[in-house]
């Protein structure tokens, strides 16, 4: 940029005309300015002769590159520099102004002589530098002589500021038995002073608490380990406390310390240990095989899974009835029974016992064997023990209807503990609930309290307990199994009730049918059974027996030309025999059936289906055939149902259906001459009204009261009607669409007037309504209620005449 604008400033004086007038700037005072570069600016103005248009004329800003001491404390002003022109002449005629950054509250300027000065001192780690603006204009005019121009005030730096570990107090570790020069940690200060300005932000470090452990790089900060072989086991923790000095470390800095915890991890470099060789433990006999007779413990100086011990057992003297476990909790070695213990077999037993580490560093196995040995015995305590039987269970085997007392076997039982008390035998009755054996209690022998039936248990499985004499609480009890052997009581017989057929046109020597037997006697595994005809039926010339000799037989025909007509069934005896002793046998009968068949022997007919097979239909096809017709049937009979309830009238169309409040949706009503749709009668006649009157296209849900009879003058008329109108009002069973009900009845609040004679019956009882028959067959329904009504009171009249 220098170089730029004094190559601008070179080519401008080679092209005007004019000469340029070069102003040396004041020397501002020592340490506190320095040069600067120097600005040149161009101002246009009116000529001095007063002649028309302007003169160029050339002029310069001069100024320092301007600097302030930061944390000034002196009690005057500091001054800063100061601002010329080459307009100025000393007259006084040039006011110099100033604006930006702190123009008037930090910076002051004298506006005639062009000095700047700071008010208060300047922090520059708060603001490194201020940009501010000078401008030289006419005191007597205020017009700018010169363009205003930016200028920087830059804050001198001081070391002020000592070195902060922002990030501490640390906190690393390192493995123990680290060489010298291991990496630990790396600590970083920060000095806020200016970098680029003498040594007030270098920063030395330095341990001032730690040594000889741990060292230092001056330059980097970088924490090393500075003795070998630190152990954990013999110091675990270490505080380091480290310093940050500026100025480079030289006298006058300032410094900054952080303290830096370094702990040492665990390495595997310790073996475990027991804390003795030798264990003694005592187990007492009765102990159950899987629990904990014992514990040992080797202790290992390392932490976490360094500490992890293994535990073996030495193969040797005792090894085998032992096992060994870890406990990952305290790593203690558990031993376990793994067989159960005998005080009379063997009172002690001693074997060795390894301890090592899981996790091992290959470091310092170098060092030796990382395992420990411990020997331990084991003394088996005598405790008081049931008796033993000599077997672990008893199988005895008697036969079925062996006599009642018969001795079947023994149990013997003894105790083993140096006392050897006497043992007496019994029976456990909840195994043997029916007294089926008794046993003696002194010698142990086993026998049959009645008979025994195979058929009915063929196995009896009982317990005989076995008691201390001198020690009745302890017991021991034994399984016995008695199993009944069969006799042979029963003969074998066919294995089914076989029936099976033979073809017309069936061969000589042809085996159709083959069959075995079946016996009840056990065991069936071994039962052999040989097959003949009978002697009496040796002379069969039909059929004969053929024995196969593996339990099995087969009917073979003796000739051909079977045929159903002549005879149609056939019964062959046949005699089986056991193998037992003694022997068993028992005749049964086959029968054989003559059908017909294909020729390659399949079944064509037989017996009562000949009607139906020729044509290719069995007995359930038949079946089939007739479910199809009755479910036609009785799709028919629903249907013609159906058809003959739906011409059935409508229940509102019915003509006896004399409801006087429903008339049809379609139909208009016919005035007078309609007689159809309401009957006068019966507003005249009431006692006409049936009781428990329903309708008839409803169900009705509830039931009416009986209405009470009605007289025949216009006041009963009247409560009838109403009573009328309540109960259609209320009528649960009344359809949802609209109905007319039609009383005949005309109020007394009607313009025209009532019309209907019914009134006029309570009015005058003399008048004679004949005429009414004249007026033509409109009225011919109110002529005849009329002409009753006058019947009626005129018989009344001769009745009171009469009395």
């Known amino acids: 940029m220098l170089t730029r604008n004094c190559l601008l400033l070179f080519l401008w004086i080679l092209v005007d005309e004019g000469s340029v007038s070069y102003l040396r700037p004041p020397l501002p005072p020592l340490g506190r300015s320095r040069t600067g570069r120097e600005h040149t600016r161009r101002l246009v103005g009116p000529m001095r002769n007063g002649a028309a248009g302007f003169q160029r004329v050339k002029r310069g800003w001069v100024w320092n590159q301007f600097f302030v001491l930061e944390e000034y404390m002196g009690s005057d002003p500091q001054y800063v520099g100061k601002l010329h022109t080459d307009l100025d002449k000393g007259d006084s005629a040039v006011k110099y102004t100033l604006s930006g950054e702190g123009a008037g509250s930090i910076f002051t300027i004298d506006q005639t002589t062009g000095d700047i000065h700071a008010l208060r001192s300047l922090d520059r780690e708060e603001k490194p530098y201020y940009t501010l603006r000078a ?65 007030s932000a270098r920063v030395v470090y330095s341990i001032l608490h730690g040594q000889p452990y741990f060292s230092v790089d001056p330059k980097t900060g970088v924490i090393k380990t500075a003795l070998p072989n630190m152990d954990r086991e013999v110091k675990e923790q270490y505080q380091v406390l480290i310093q940050a000095k500026d ?60 500490a992890e011990v293994e535990y073996t057992i030495v193969p040797g003297d005792g090894g ?28 002690a037993y001693t074997f060795k016992v390894d301890a090592s580490n899981a ?60 006392s050897s008390s006497p043992v007496r035998y019994s029976i456990d009755w909840k195994t043997d609930l029916d007294s089926y054996f008794d ?40 399984a016995i199994t008695v199993q009944v052997l069969d006799i042979n009581e029963f003969p074998p017989e066919l294995a089914s009730p076989y029936e099976t057929f033979v073809c017309e046109n069936a061969k000589a020597g042809q085996v159709i049918q083959s069959f075995r037997a079946k016996d009840q006697d056990l065991p069936s595994a071994g039962q052999q059974f040989s097959f003949r005809s009978p002697k009496e039926d040796l002379k069969n010339r039909n059929f004969t027996i053929r024995d196969f000799g593996n339990n099995t037989a087969g009917i073979v025909t003796k000739r051909s030309g079977f045929r159903r007509r002549l005879q149609e069934i056939y019964f062959l005896p046949v005699v089986i025999e056991d193998n037992g002793y003694p022997p068993k046998s028992s005749t049964g009968t086959l029968t054989i059936r003559v059908c017909g068949c294909e020729s390659d022997g399949s079944l064509l007919t037989c017996s009562a289906e000949a009607i139906f097979l020729p044509v290719g239909l069995s007995t359930g096809a038949l079946i089939a055939i007739l479910l199809c017709i009755i479910i036609l049937l009785v799709i028919v009979v629903l249907y013609v149902g159906l058809r003959r309830q739906k011409k059935k009238e409508t229940l509102m169309s ?56 009605v007289s025949q003058d216009s006041a009963d008329i009247r409560d009838f009607i109403n009573q009328r109108l309540k109960e259609h009002d209320t009528d649960n069973s009344a359809p949802p669409y609209d109905s007319l009900a039609t009383y005949a009845y005309e109020g007394d609040g009607s313009v025209a007037e009532s019309l209907s004679s019914i009134e006029s019956l309570a009015i005058d009882l003399e008048e004679d309504y004949d005429y009414l028959t004249d007026w033509g067959p409109r009225f011919k329904t109110l002529a005849g209620i009329f002409g009753e009504q006058s019947e009626t009171q005129s018989n009344s009249a001769t009745t009171e005449n009469a009395h």
């Open 135 to 199: 401008q030289a204009v006419d005191i007597n005019t205020n017009r700018p002589l010169e363009p205003e121009s930016e200028f920087v005030i830059k804050v001198q730096d001081i070391n002020d500021n000592e070195p902060k570990f922002l990030e501490g107090p640390y906190t690393a570790s390192v493995p123990e038995m680290s060489p010298v020069g291991t990496y630990v940690t790396q600590v970083t200060a920060t000095d806020a002073d200016d970098p680029t300005y003498g040594n």
């Open 359 to 418: 996790h091992l560093d290959p470091r310092f196995q170098s060092s030796g064997a990382f395992k420990d040995t411990a020997t331990v015995k084991i003394n088996v305590l005598d405790v008081d023990e049931p008796p033993v039987f000599n077997k672990p269970s008893y199988v005895m085997d008697v036969y079925e209807d062996t006599p009642a007392g018969t001795i079947i076997g023994a149990v013997t039982a003894q105790d083993l503990d140096a």
């Open 654 to 709: 019915s003509k006896e259906d004399i409801r006087d409040n429903v008339i049809h949706y379609d139909d208009e009503g016919g005035g007078e001459e309609d007689t159809h749709a309401f009957d006068m009668g019966t507003l005249r006649n009431p006692k006409v009204v049936k009781d428990n009157l329903y309708r008839r296209d409803v169900k009705p849900e509830m039931k009416r009261g009986t209405r009470p009879p």
């Open 247 to 306: 100025m480079g470390g030289q006298l006058g800095g300032l410094a900054g310390t952080t303290t830096i915890n370094i702990t040492l991890s665990d390495v595997n470099d310790n073996p475990p240990r027991f804390s003795k060789s030798f264990f003694h433990l005592r187990v007492p006999e009765s102990s159950t095989v899987g629990s904990a007779v014992g514990r040992i413990k080797a202790h290992d100086l390392d932490i976490g899974k360094n």
């Open 439 to 478: 046993i003696d209690p002194v010698e142990g022998t086993i026998s049959t309290n009645e008979l025994l039936d195979r058929e009915n248990i063929a196995q009896h499985n009982i317990s005989i307990v076995a008691t201390k004499l001198n020690s009745p609480v302890l017991t021991s009890r034994v």
């Open 320 to 347: 085998a009835m032992f096992d060994i476990t870890t406990n990952e909790h305290n790593q203690e070695g558990i031993i376990i029974l793994r067989k159960p213990l005998d005080y009379e077999t063997k009172k």
